[in-house]
């Protein structure tokens, strides 16, 4: 009882400086009426995770490399204030839908919705105050689980229905984040939840995450035009850039003379997972050279968003004062396609009351020679 008692207490805003080097008092605030906090899992390993009930979001991930150095390898801030006065999405769980919807329009049953839109005419990751930017309650368990709740009511963002969201982490001892999204809802809508976690593996974001090596499980990617929206076609990668099945260096051809390259300003594309949203299967691996550092993606999501940080531009400066620059960081976002409400032939994201969002992701960290 007292051990747990003192994990709790060092795991969940104690006053002592954590791996990463984050002060937990820097993060408690009181943001439109509710109280943030800094959250702190860790394992048997030595690899911790640090998390904020703002916008229910990963703020660094300790790992070692292969010499068995504590690398952080994901962006953010060091302080509340900085994620709530700055556009990002550093970390956070984004919704009600994760990435675009066109023109910010859908219907379901006849009803048509308009969203807000902010993004090139289109409306992204839930709109201009999106779940990014709410205040989750937070549940400590042990010290290796929360779980992040979120009610967001009916016409939030002007989504329909009252819809209670979750998010739970799990650290566990094979150096696995297991997030786990549920939701449910008095009213058709639609839900499409993730995480957006800025990666850099060398655990030096002020270097670009070019020379990281990556593999993607997906034959096909779906197009985009120039102002980053889907057209409902499904494409395949073979002979393009965007030929991930066998492993190649993320810089390999991201400036190659290419249409879609061109419209995402680089890799900002939606791929379609072959894994037939089977858990088990890999959907994504990407190592360092430099630290051996490996991430290992699964999920029992269709796709997978790849973004190779092409609007960091070096106006941010994150934790320890570092500025991130231009590709100095990529996302992979386990999701329902974009723009999937208005496609019928894709999964829908369409929730109803009887059911339940379950969508289910895991981030497993290794090191290789």
């Known amino acids: 009882?007292?051990?747990?008692?003192?994990?709790?207490?060092?795991?969940?805003?104690?006053?002592?400086?954590?791996?990463?080097?984050?002060?937990?008092?820097?993060?408690?605030?009181?943001?439109?009426?509710?109280?943030?906090?800094?959250y702190r899992l860790y394992n048997g390993n030595g690899m911790e995770v640090c998390l904020t009930n703002y916008g229910a979001r990963i703020v660094s991930i300790m790992v070692p490399d292969r010499e068995g150095i504590m690398r952080d390898v994901v962006l953010g801030f060091d302080n509340i204030n900085d994620y709530v006065n700055t556009d990002?999405?550093?970390?956070?769980?984004?919704?009600?839908?994760?990435n675009r919807i066109d023109k910010g329009r859908f219907s379901i049953d006849g009803i048509d919705y308009q969203l807000p839109v902010n993004n090139f005419g289109h409306c992204l990751h839930g709109g201009i105050n999106g779940w990014d930017r709410k205040v989750w309650e937070g549940n400590l368990v042990g010290h290796n689980e929360v779980t992040f709740t979120y009610l967001s009511p009916d016409g939030d963002e002007n989504f329909p229905?009252?819809?209670?969201?979750?998010?739970?982490?799990?650290?566990?001892?094979?150096?696995e984040i297991k997030i786990s999204y549920s939701a449910t809802t008095d009213k058709p809508t639609?839900?499409?939840?993730?995480?957006?976690?800025?990666?850099?593996?060398?655990?030096?974001?002020?270097?670009?995450?070019?020379?990281?090596?990556l593999a993607i499980n997906a034959d096909d990617f779906t197009p985009i035009d120039s102002t980053f929206m889907t057209f409902n076609e499904i494409r395949k990668v073979e002979g393009t850039a965007f030929d991930f099945t066998k492993p190649k260096t993320i810089?390999?051809?991201?400036?190659e003379n290419d249409v879609q390259l061109g419209n995402g300003l680089g890799y900002d594309h939606n791929f379609v997972l072959n894994n037939n949203r089977n858990i088990s299967i890999l959907a994504l691996l990407a190592t360092c050279?430099?630290?051996?550092?490996?991430?290992?993606?699964?999920?029992?999501?269709?796709g997978i968003q790849f973004y190779s940080g092409n609007f960091l531009d070096g106006s941010l400066k994150g934790k320890k004062g570092i500025v991130y620059n231009k590709r100095?960081?990529?996302?992979?976002?386990?999701?329902?396609?974009?723009?999937?409400?208005?496609?019928?032939?894709?999964?829908?994201?369409?929730?109803?009351?009887?059911?339940?969002?379950?969508?289910?992701?895991?981030?497993?960290?290794s090191v290789t020679d």
């Open 251 to 255: 810089g390999r051809d991201i400036d």
């Open 289 to 302: 050279p430099a630290t051996g550092i490996t991430l290992e993606i699964y999920t029992d999501a269709p």
């Open 88 to 98: 990002n999405n550093f970390g956070a769980v984004v919704g009600r839908y994760a």
């Open 328 to 365: 100095s960081a990529f996302a992979a976002e386990t999701q329902y396609y974009p723009n999937s409400p208005n496609s019928i032939d894709w999964p829908s994201p369409v929730l109803r009351p009887q059911d339940t969002y379950n969508h289910n992701a895991i981030f497993r960290f």
């Open 190 to 213: 639609i839900v499409n939840m993730s995480n957006h976690s800025y990666f850099n593996l060398s655990g030096e974001p002020g270097t670009d995450i070019l020379d990281h090596i």
């Open 1 to 38: 009882m007292i051990f747990a008692v003192l994990a709790v207490m060092l795991t969940c805003c104690g006053t002592k400086t954590t791996q990463s080097g984050l002060n937990p008092e820097k993060f408690k605030a009181n943001v439109n009426g509710s109280e943030t906090e800094l």
């Open 161 to 175: 229905g009252n819809v209670t969201a979750k998010v739970k982490y799990v650290l566990t001892d094979d150096n």
